[in-house]
């Protein structure tokens, strides 16, 4: 009888192990990702590493300075930039003529700045007001 009573404290005890051993692991939620969707969040970060990549050349960080806007700025706006307008700022950087003027792509910096400072989204610029 005792062997009997012990074997039933022994599943009961288990059987709370078990479910506070399951209890704690998170369910694992699962989703099929499409190709186009995989290809597009691609395309961004290559987009997003060219424009980085533009922000090495000395011309374009003369400029920068000239203007004083930090490079720390531009990159944590390139970093921000929602995939329209990622789409968008790299549609008019492929229009651009090979070996295109650099003044073309700091304005097309500016132009986006100038509109992130309107939405409220950053304050680089003291003569941007906000439009909220």
Do not use: W, Y
């Not at 960080?61 to 968008?88: C, N, W, Y």
Request: some cysteine; charged content about 20%.
């Amino acid at each position: 009888m005792t062997m009997r009573i012990s074997m039933r404290q022994l599943a009961a005890g288990l059987a709370a192990l078990q479910l506070v051993t399951f209890a704690q692991i998170p369910v694992a939620q699962a989703a099929m990702i499409d190709t186009p969707q995989v290809l597009q969040e691609h395309r961004q970060e290559v987009d997003r590493q060219q424009l980085r990549a533009m922000l090495d050349d000395r011309e374009v960080q003369r400029k920068l300075e000239s203007l004083g806007v930090d490079r720390a700025q531009v990159e944590a706006r390139i970093d921000s930039l929602t995939p329209a307008e990622l789409a968008h700022f790299n549609q008019q950087l492929q229009e651009e003529p090979v070996g295109g003027s650099v003044v073309g792509i700091i304005v097309l910096f500016l132009v986006i700045f100038i509109i992130t400072d309107m939405l409220c989204a950053t304050d680089i610029f003291t003569f941007v007001k906000c439009v909220r």
